[in-house]
């Protein structure tokens, strides 16, 4: 069975990376949505999601090293 730590570390890497993703390459990802011809607009509200993507990574990770994982 997988650990907690390793569960949150495999998390952290998989909604971080798609954040990461979103926030730098959104053309990219309008072409992975199949998006043909992406608005300006869409463009900058697919970046917002990236970067809160990113926020709650990172406040996820601070408040994991704060507070420490819970113990089952």
């Not at 809160?52 to 994991?64: K, M, N, R, S, W």
Request: charged share 15%; aromatic share 12%.
């Amino acid at each position: 069975m997988i650990s907690q730590v390793r569960m949150f570390a495999l998390g952290t890497a998989w909604v971080g990376g798609w954040g990461f993703l979103f926030f730098t390459n959104p053309q990219l990802i309008c072409k992975l949505f199949r998006v043909k011809d992406p608005t300006p607009k869409r463009l900058r509200a697919i970046k917002i999601t990236g970067a809160i993507e990113l926020a709650l990574v990172f406040t996820g990770c601070v408040l994991t090293a704060v507070l420490g994982m819970p113990s089952p």
